[in-house]
């Protein structure tokens, strides 16, 4: 028996084939109802675990990624505890009561024990904490439960369905949409009816006046950890009758829960459960509908398959309409010590000699070195010059991006669709910052209009939405796929060659971003930062200067992309993912925000942690994970700050 | 780090006692970092190659997908323990250099070339994700380097992105779409419901089957068509849309998380009563071990029932499987197994390292596998591994296939002239 | 000295909710001039400020600036008009150091904050510090802005407020958070700068020595109304203005006694 298939490899028929016809948008109201009480039953979990992710980033200001591993900690836990228990009425309910209490305690724990000394390290250390944490969690469960997913046992009393506008509807999921406001109204009482609650709320809006008013800070902060920890936990036990317990969740639910939590307004409650009611209903929605027919572009779409990215779009609408999210208020920016930027001199001649030899000796290296200590610095040259080019906008312009691997992303799509589209490799690498250039133009646009998280989230939807775009259009970017074959032009195809050619494009982007920051222009950026009030008043329009350097960080970030393009020879979404992104943070992070250098310092040690680690240890992630947290414990300032405060304290004793 | 000790020892002032701290701190703070650089340095110094051995490079997303590549990793040790018991390949020992890829191109590209540089490996296997899997088989073309791809299922790999140095060992999406065919064509089933998982893999599952059921039947109608993200499916409101178009059968392709999911909302929500549904890899213990009583008795899956297949070589596999590790095989165990024993089949056939020579050795290469023999046909690289096709059914609250039979890859792949169509010429 | 109008405010207004903090304001100004706007916490002179310099749009009401209306303009509009501000509060570069507060002010006064190349802190380096000694911090210019002590930071607000040799200084208390002596000293100062560049300068202070002191003209705020003008001597003995001040007890130099 054979087959010939004539055409395949893409999702979509052709339009206008018989069979698409029978295919339409079939929503009728009683469909639309039940669709509406689903999307209900999936809001009220996911309103249980952005509520805690609020109300810690409400009180303590923590971006806190760690927030998804508390929740697949929650599943895994009421999972075991439940299998224990067994299944009875008091088994599974004490269960998963129990599972969110143990997250809890253990949320409380990690505040006291990491979180509590990273206050007053420069702004979104702890993000980098956390985020150690998430590698160390995920590995715990791999270590503890196994790889294989779990499934709960169905809800005792509750397995079954009744009818609904004659269709059966779960009864676990009627209880999961009483619980998201039962949940609301308790959350509400506790803030406005209890003093503590009086507290958060105090902390919440001016966290240096609770400070003020006596407040126990230390003992505060560590209960709202383990509250907002408690729910989180509490919203992964819930599920374990509905979806299995899986290693990946902490990442899946993670995106979800900022979205809702920044939509609804950072620290806001009610927003959150607006927030999450209206993603839900919207997914829910998008799937009732099923496939229309969208004939302005002449394919079918399935609306199904907008559900990959629905929510980035819903969060982008609302921050460019509404700043700080629906119910949301304007963010009290901290005047702590953490917040003071130091000041930034001029690289000392000692400095300047030591980058020409470390400059040089990467130009020697060739010379005497392996053919893949070349491919792996080629990397680490990329990588650079990304996180620099993060940093830029982090750093001197105060910008804090969660998105920045999209201007990477669209350099590398460019660089290649450009060199399929038979332009020449070097045409190429040359046209595709300026497509990276031109994303940052359009979405930093609307970026630069907010600030803090906002503006962080924001440009996460953004590189979200362009990852979508990329993923899915398999015509012309090869979606999920990517493109393969993008290999440089024959008098770079030897590694020392493309090392000689990455480290002239890279170093010279970070030597070049670097001279920026000492120009007048990076001095118009460093205001905007330190006091938009004072640069106001002397002239300078923040907003232009802002959007000209996220600009000029997407064509470098592009630029990084490109070169990253044609040292793989192929390209894949991955390149513009939210993972791509957050490694940039690290390394600007680990490196140390406050230093040039710092980012240069970050994204080596990272690359070369990354490539050593994982082919050493079967637990590669959780030994990563415990070296960023040494080194965030160890050096709250960066490598670069510490050896720069090492370098001051030698030469103050001379 | 010294400069402490010989601090100004006089000095008795406050101040000069806090810089003193400091400067401790900052010490502990160096030495600190110094010792674990040093240790790295020690523990990540390159182990003495071993002489005289015939190294392979392994390369596969171990963090990512852990439930499919831990037996698949125990697969490939048992092969390479037996190998080596029977004297390796031509004189020599067999050491497979295993890495992880992290699950992305990039890095699956960097790990390759420093398997090829620097542990100076013979050539390339392995691999899961497909976006993997094509960048890796474009690398390998352009280092002029064999690479026998494990586990990926895109039919790109050896269709419309084949080339010269890449095989495929597992049956594509294409192939195993095309299994389930003809019992689809039997049930006269009018009106179908897809469900797909919205990647590569879904969306060639899907176009596949639809194309193939087309063909067989053609009044066949495709009612409803739902595209989830792929590790989120909002499986309630998946299930109800699909149940709203009144399908009289369903073809999904989901596997994992989001098929547990599916299967646990549509039971609930009746969406399986009285409908045949049709679930790609479903058969697979990967995927149908955490379904447990859950398990949908009656689907038709393709898969790998190991507790009944009942042939001497696979008995055989069972057994030392079981002896070495305490655990039943999965599919992976199988791929795993089997990638080695190709990559040693075509040493011991091509009579050397040198890449052209193995690549004509992989043509036509046949392999015994515990699941019957393969061939790598010289037309496309594509191996002729079969799968087992049949129904689940639930047996001591664990799902198994309770019916079953065994589809032999050779005969589920496009005529020759379709192929060589699709195959860009080398 | 030539009477030339530099200011005109007229009916100049704006409210909070239900609270009226300015409220049909109306003054001139003229070059060389100093006028201080006077009156208790929460009168509304902060908020007049605002109106002026853009940072705050009005509700009604007009101003003018040599003839062209500020009305829509932002601060940084105003600002190239020849406009100069200091705040409350200081707000200064804290991570620069004084020097290049002042040089970045001066950058764009210049026209070169978008250059990428050149390197700022060799830019207008002897135009910084020229201004940085009339205020007489120069030996203070190469220290960062965030170490500095608050009378200090005055200073430099004055020295970056100069850098775009403004017609009309806007100076929100110059002297808060400075020692008496010292408060006298800058208020000297700023009177001769005043006086020898024709700069209008619109003041506010709580201290009434340095008000009676330097200003040629007083006006006083009270809830957002105008409830006096004229030469110090005789808003001294205005009545109204002993009754608003008695609460806060400050007008007749009760800080010193
Ligand atoms: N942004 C605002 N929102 C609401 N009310 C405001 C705002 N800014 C000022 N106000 C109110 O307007 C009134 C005038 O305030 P303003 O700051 O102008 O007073 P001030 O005269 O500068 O006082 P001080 O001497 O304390 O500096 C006050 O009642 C104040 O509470
Ligand atoms: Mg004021």
Redesign the pocket.
């Known amino acids: 028996m054979q087959y010939a298939p004539s055409r395949l490899g893409r999702g979509n028929a052709l339009p206008g084939t018989p069979q698409q016809k029978s295919i339409e948008p079939h929503l009728s109201l009683s469909a639309f109802l039940v669709q509406l009480l689903n999307g209900l039953a999936s809001a009220s979990s996911l309103f249980l675990v952005a509520a805690g992710l609020s109300i810690i980033f409400g009180v303590t200001r923590i971006v806190n990624f760690a927030h998804g591993s508390l929740y697949m900690l929650g599943t895994y836990i009421a999972y075991s505890l439940v299998k224990v228990f067994g299944g009875g009425m008091l088994g599974f309910w004490g269960g998963v009561l129990c599972a969110g209490i143990a997250v809890g305690l253990f949320g409380a724990l990690v505040e006291r024990l990491l979180l509590r000394r990273l206050y007053h390290a420069p702004e979104l250390l702890q993000l980098l904490a956390t985020f150690a944490l998430v590698l160390i969690i995920r590995d715990f469960a791999l270590w503890t439960w196994g790889a294989e997913d779990l499934l709960g046992p169905r809800a005792p009393g509750l397995g079954g369905a009744i009818d609904i506008a004659g269709r059966q509807f779960p009864e676990y999921d009627l209880l999961l949409i009483a619980l998201g406001p039962l949940v609301l109204g308790l959350l509400w009482l506790l803030l406005t009816r209890t003093r503590w609650g009086t507290l958060v709320r105090a902390a919440t809006e001016d966290r240096e006046m609770a400070g003020a008013l006596g407040v126990n800070q230390a003992w505060l902060f560590t209960s709202v950890f383990a509250l907002g920890s408690f729910l989180a936990g509490l919203g992964g036990a819930i599920q374990i009758p509905r979806e299995p317990a899986v290693l990946t969740m902490d990442l899946t639910i993670l995106s979800d829960v900022f979205v809702v939590v920044v939509v609804g307004g950072m620290g806001s409650i009610p927003g959150a459960f607006l927030a999450a009611v209206i993603i839900g209903v919207l997914k829910a929605m998008c799937i009732g509908i099923g496939i229309g027919n969208v004939s302005a572009l002449g394919i079918d779409f399935s609306f199904s398959k907008l559900t990959l990215v629905v929510e980035f779009i819903v969060m982008a609408v609302v921050l460019v309409i509404r700043p700080w999210g629906l119910l949301g208020r304007q963010q009290s920016i901290p005047r702590g010590a953490a917040s003071v930027e130091p000041p930034l001199y001029l690289p000392p001649p000692a400095l300047l000699k030591g980058l020409a030899a470390a400059l040089l000796m990467l130009a020697l290296l060739p010379l005497f070195s392996d053919r893949y200590t070349l491919v792996l610095l080629t990397d680490i040259l990329v990588f650079a010059l990304f996180a620099v080019s993060l940093h830029f906008i982090m750093g001197p312009a105060g910008m804090h991006s969660f998105g920045h691997a999209a201007y990477f992303g669209l350099g590398a799509y460019a660089a290649a669709l450009l060199f399929k589209h038979a332009v020449p490799m070097e045409a190429a690498l040359l046209l595709a910052p300026l497509v990276g250039g031109l994303g940052a133009l359009v979405f930093g646009w609307f970026c630069v209009r907010l600030s803090g998280v906002y503006l962080a989230m924001l440009t996460l939807a953004f590189a979200q939405i362009a990852w979508s775009v990329v993923y899915q259009w398999d015509a012309f970017t090869g979606g999920s796929n990517g493109l393969v074959g993008i290999w440089p032009a024959n008098w770079l195809a030897s590694k020392t060659a493309f090392y000689y050619l990455a480290l002239a494009l890279c170093a010279g982007g970070v030597i070049l971003l670097w001279r920026i920051v000492f120009s007048p222009f990076g001095y118009a950026l460093r205001a905007g930062r330190d006091s938009p009030l004072r640069a106001d008043a002397i002239g300078i329009d923040v907003r232009r200067q802002q959007w000209l350097g996220f600009a000029l960080a997407g064509v470098l970030a592009g630029l990084a992309g490109a070169v990253h393009a044609f040292s793989k020879g192929s390209i894949s979404p991955d390149t513009l993912s939210i993972p791509r992104s957050v490694d940039g943070l690290v390394m600007v992070l680990m490196g140390g925000i406050q230093t040039l250098t710092g980012a240069v310092a970050g994204a080596a040690l990272f690359t070369w942690l990354q490539d050593s680690i994982a082919r050493q240890t079967e637990f590669w992630r959780a030994l990563l994970g415990g070296i960023i947290l040494f080194l965030v414990l160890a050096f709250p300032q960066g490598i670069a700050g510490f050896i720069r405060e090492r370098w001051d304290a030698r030469k103050d004793a001379e | 780090m010294e400069s402490v000790s010989h601090g100004k020892s006089r000095s008795e002032s406050n101040e000069d006692d806090v810089n003193l701290r400091e400067k401790h701190m900052i010490a502990r703070r160096a030495f600190l970092l110094g010792t674990v650089t040093l240790a790295m340095a020690a523990i990540f110094s390159d182990p003495a190659a071993a002489q005289g051995t015939i190294k392979i490079g392994e390369m596969n997303s171990y963090k990512v997908f852990p439930a499919f590549l831990e037996p698949y990793k125990k697969g490939w040790e048992l092969a390479l323990d037996e190998i080596n018991a029977a004297g390796g390949v031509l004189g020599r020992k067999l050491e497979v250099v295993s890495r992880d890829d992290g699950g992305n191109p990039g890095e699956a590209v960097r790990v390759a070339e420093e398997l090829l540089s620097r542990e100076n490996v013979a050539f390339l296997v392995g691999t899961f994700p497909s976006h993997v899997g094509l960048a890796v088989a474009d690398f390998a073309k352009q280092k002029k380097v064999l690479f026998i791809a494990a586990e990926p299922l895109t039919d790109k790999i050896v269709w419309q992105n084949g080339n010269k140095y890449t095989f495929r060992l597992r049956p594509s999406t294409y192939m195993q779409t095309a299994m389930l065919i003809p019992e689809a064509v039997k049930l006269k089933k009018k009106r179908w419901a897809i469900v797909y998982p919205n990647y590569e893999y879904g969306q060639s599952a899907t176009a596949a089957f639809k194309e193939l059921l087309k063909k067989a039947q053609p009044d066949v109608e495709f009612v409803a068509e739902q595209a989830p993200a792929l590790g989120k499916i909002e499986a309630g409101a998946v299930a109800q849309a699909l149940a709203d178009a009144k399908p009289d059968a369903i073809f999904s392709s989901l596997f994992g998380a989001d098929l547990t999911k599916f299967v646990r909302e549509g039971q609930t929500r009746g969406l399986f009563k009285d409908r045949v549904v049709f679930n790609l890899l479903a058969g697979e213990p990967e995927y149908l071990d955490p379904l447990k009583e859950d398990t949908p008795a009656g689907w038709y899956v393709t898969g790998y029932p190991w507790q009944s297949i009942n042939t001497p070589e696979h008995k055989k596999f069972l057994a030392a499987y079981q002896k070495k590790y305490k655990d039943y095989p999965r599919l992976g165990s199988i791929v795993g197994y089997a990638t080695l024993k190709t990559a040693a089949e075509a040493i011991r056939k091509a009579t050397s390292l040198d890449q052209e020579k193995l690549v004509a050795a992989m043509k036509g290469l046949q392999v015994d596998t515990p699941i019957g023999r393969i061939t790598f046909r010289a037309l496309d690289h594509q191996a002729t591994m079969g799968a087992y096709v049949g129904r689940l059914g639930v047996k001591d609250g664990k799902g198994v296939m309770s019916s079953f039979s065994f589809a032999d890859g050779a005969k589920f792949l496009p005529a020759d002239d379709a192929v060589r169509k699709m195959r860009p010429a080398e | 000295m030539t009477e030339t109008i530099v200011l005109r405010v007229s009916n100049l207004s704006k409210s909070?909710?239900g609270?009226q903090?300015v409220n049909a304001v109306s003054f001139s100004l003229a070059s060389g001039e100093l006028l201080a706007l006077i009156?208790?916490?929460?009168?509304?002179?902060?908020?007049?400020f605002n109106l002026l310099n853009g940072q705050i749009a009005a509700d009604s009401g007009s101003t003018e600036f040599e003839g062209r209306s500020l009305i829509g303009l932002k601060p940084r509009q105003i600002w190239r008009l020849g406009v100069g501000r200091t705040f409350?509060i200081t707000a200064t570069f804290a991570s620069m150091t004084v020097r290049e507060n002042v040089q970045t002010a001066l950058l764009n006064f210049h026209g070169r904050l978008n250059s990428l190349v050149s390197l700022a802190e060799r830019l207008y380096v002897d135009e910084a510090i020229e201004l940085l000694a009339r205020v007489g911090i120069a030996e203070q210019a190469a220290r960062p802005c965030a170490v500095l002590a608050y009378g200090d930071l005055k200073r430099v607000e004055l020295a970056i407020a100069l850098a775009n040799r403004p017609r009309l200084l806007l100076m929100d208390?110059p002297t808060a958070g400075m020692a008496p002596r010292e408060r006298a000293a800058l208020m000297r100062l700023t009177a001769e700068l005043a006086r020898a560049s024709a700069i209008a300068v619109l003041f506010?202070e709580?201290d009434m020595d340095v008000v009676f002191a330097h200003a040629d003209r007083v006006i006083v705020?009270n809830r957002?109304c105008i409830i006096a003008e004229g030469k110090p001597a005789e808003v001294r003995a205005n009545r109204e203005v002993q009754q608003v001040y008695l609460g806060s007890g400050s007008l007749f130099g009760a800080e010193h006694a």
């Open positions: 909070y909710g609270v903090a009156g208790p916490n929460g009168a509304g002179k902060t908020t007049c409350q208390e506010t709580h705020l957002g």
